[in-house]
């Protein structure tokens, strides 16, 4: 993953959380579908949160399996130490600082999820990531992708571009949050959601679907036997 990315994400991690929801437009039904989805028999699954930053989504996700084994992986140190803060009454939270597209983990889950962090990887980072996700879960697993989608054309692109800047614009956030914010999306290598569809199905994912999408961003879903 691009250095710069980790970089960026440092410089903001304090106030992440609070920024979230103003800047995207549809927080609550996103989040929603995406936790709705990370289903396990198991009432203690083995979680993995791939760029899980300061540990948002995951919270949501043990709110749902409070006893679950949880893993945090993420290349800003500056975002695991929120996540830290945010499980400190927690003993089954284990936090890695690295690079989740090339680091090579020590055992399988039973769900692996990730949101808004799979689309700073080039399209073949993407396509092997999925593979990876695919070998490491366990048989009956699920892999949960709440990210953003590329346009089908560059005219929808635009479109996209246009909603969310009017929407942030409205949002209330300050002007050099806003400008910030613009500047990180500027590394996003957003993939069509058509083309995600077909590279978990290539990496031997069953019922795969885009289960949400508004604007460019989608919840996607895919399943092991």
Same mark, same amino acid.
């Given at each position: +993953?691009?250095?710069?990315?980790?970089?960026?994400?440092?410089?903001?991690? *304090?106030? #992440?959380? $609070?920024?979230?929801?103003?800047? %995207?437009?549809?927080?609550?039904?996103f989040y929603g579908m995406a936790l709705s989805l990370a289903e396990s028999k198991s009432q203690a699954p083995h979680i993995l949160d791939l760029g /899980?930053?300061?540990?948002?989504?995951?919270? +949501?996700?043990?709110?749902? @399996?409070?006893?679950?084994?949880?893993?945090? %992986?993420?290349?800003?140190? !500056? +975002?695991?130490?929120?996540a830290r803060r945010?499980?400190?009454?927690?003993?089954?939270?284990? #936090?890695?600082?690295g690079? #989740?597209?090339? #680091?090579?983990?020590?055992r399988s889950y039973d769900i692996i999820v990730s949101s808004l962090s799979i689309h700073h990887l080039t399209h073949p980072a993407k396509r092997?990531?999925?593979?990876?996700?695919? $070998?490491?879960? *366990?048989?009956?697993?699920i892999f949960v992708n709440a990210d953003q989608v590329q346009g089908n054309t560059p005219a929808i692109d635009e479109y996209h571009r246009q909603?969310?800047?009017?929407?942030? *614009?409205?949002?209330?956030?300050s002007r050099a949050s806003i400008d910030t914010s613009v500047e990180r999306r500027k590394l996003d290598l957003n993939a069509k959601l058509g083309d995600q569809i077909d590279w978990l199905e $290539?990496?031997?994912?069953?019922?795969?679907?885009? +289960? @949400? !999408? @508004?604007?460019?961003? /989608?919840?996607? %879903?895919?399943?092991?036997n």
């Open positions: +993953m691009d250095p710069s990315v980790k970089k960026l994400f440092d410089a903001v991690a *304090n106030d #992440y959380d $609070q920024q979230r929801r103003q800047l %995207i437009p549809c927080f609550d039904e /899980a930053g300061t540990g948002l989504f995951s919270r +949501m996700v043990l709110h749902k @399996y409070p006893k679950a084994h949880l893993t945090l %992986i993420d290349l800003s140190d !500056k +975002m695991l130490e929120e945010r499980f400190r009454e927690e003993d089954h939270v284990q #936090y890695i600082i690079d #989740y597209s090339s #680091y090579v983990f020590p092997k990531l999925f593979a990876t996700v695919h $070998q490491l879960l *366990n048989p009956g697993g909603r969310w800047l009017a929407h942030i *614009n409205d949002s209330g956030l $290539q990496a031997g994912f069953s019922d795969v679907d885009c +289960m @949400y !999408k @508004y604007l460019d961003f /989608a919840v996607f %879903i895919g399943k092991k």
